[in-house]
């Protein structure tokens, strides 16, 4: 965040300096990005808050939310200001508007700054893609940012890849209006960065709008718990089973066992019991356990049933 307020701060300079569009535009995308990051530490600050009677489960989606409200502020902050800054930087160089960065003494400033800002980001995403390692193992770095259930390490990576894309971009739209004298390269650096931005939002929207509204635990999640269940003395099957996470690191279970008819209150007691505290410790992320004991092995064939007809 420092960082990015920093290199903000630089690029806000630049532009100042020189009237370079694409400068300008990155100089918000880095705002917007230092924003992001405020709300990503609030967001899991609030997520610790312990659960009250108006909010039973906790407050672990607070952290979705703020991801949410990353992916608008990309968007909108990021996003949509460069395009309509491209926009304008167009319609300037057809009405043949002479492009300030070509006259600025100062025309060194924004490629200096920009050839910093990549070192600068390359670092950063490095990092991102060490610790995403550490977490993803064998998945691909796509699959990773689809099946990830905590918000701030996919947010933080696709910032970095959109960072230094845009940087680049920047780059080349500087470049080669100094190298040319064409302000469309200007421009267009600049649309691009926000096409970009645009594109890396709505990706994240996508992904925590899914996880807002409820998403079951990961398959390998829901086979630790499935397995502890049947392990345990006294249930025969699960008839089915329902997961949500209402964190990253917080999972309800919701399931409907088989077990034995002879079983006597005190019994079905010590067994559910026991299968609770299997699944804890097969999967420490479950936190809240509902059990539905059922004799009728039939409920079992309509639920085969109604998976089968889904």
């Known amino acids: 965040m420092v960082a990015n307020i920093s290199i903000a701060i630089l690029k806000l300079v630049a532009w100042l300096l020189t009237g370079a569009a694409s400068m300008l535009a990155e100089a918000v995308h880095s705002v917007a990005d230092s924003a992001n990051q405020i709300l990503l530490l609030l967001g899991g600050k609030a997520a610790k808050k312990r659960p009250t009677t108006a909010h039973p489960f906790g407050y672990g989606r607070d952290r979705y939310i703020s991801a949410f409200l990353v992916a608008i502020i990309l968007f909108s902050m990021g996003g949509l200001f460069a395009c309509y800054e491209a926009f304008n930087k167009f319609k300037e160089v057809r009405e043949g508007h002479p492009n300030a960065l070509l006259t600025s003494a100062w025309w060194w400033v924004p490629v200096a700054v920009l050839v910093g800002a990549i070192i600068a980001e390359s670092l950063s995403l490095r990092t991102a893609i060490r610790e995403t390692r550490a977490v993803k193992g064998n998945a691909s770095l796509f699959?990773?940012?689809?099946?990830?259930?905590?918000?701030?390490?996919?947010?933080?990576?696709?910032?970095d890849l959109g960072a230094?894309?845009?940087?680049?971009?920047?780059?080349?739209?500087?470049?080669?209006?100094?190298?040319?004298?064409?302000?469309?390269?200007?421009?267009a650096g600049t649309a691009a960065i926000g096409l970009l931005l645009v594109a890396i939002a709505i990706i994240l929207a996508i992904e925590t709008k899914s996880m807002l509204i409820g998403e079951s635990a990961s398959e390998e999640e829901i086979a630790k718990i499935t397995?502890?269940?049947?392990?345990?003395?006294?249930?025969?099957?699960i008839?089915?089973?329902?997961?949500?996470?209402?964190?990253?690191?917080?999972?309800?279970?919701?399931?409907?066992?088989?077990?034995d008819p002879e079983l006597r209150a005190g019994e079905l007691s010590d067994v559910i019991d026991a299968a609770e505290a299997a699944v804890r410790a097969a999967s420490p992320i479950v936190k809240a356990i509902y059990v539905e004991p059922d004799t009728n092995e039939d409920d079992l064939e309509d639920a085969i049933r109604e998976d089968t007809s889904r």
């Open 143 to 159: 699959r990773f940012i689809r099946s990830s259930k905590a918000p701030e390490l996919p947010v933080i990576l696709l910032e």
């Open 164 to 187: 230094l894309t845009g940087l680049v971009f920047a780059l080349v739209g500087v470049g080669m209006t100094l190298l040319t004298g064409s302000g469309y390269w200007d421009a």
């Open 227 to 237: 397995a502890a269940f049947e392990a345990t003395p006294g249930i025969k099957r």
């Open 239 to 259: 008839i089915y089973m329902k997961t949500v996470h209402f964190g990253p690191d917080e999972v309800m279970v919701a399931v409907k066992v088989c077990v």
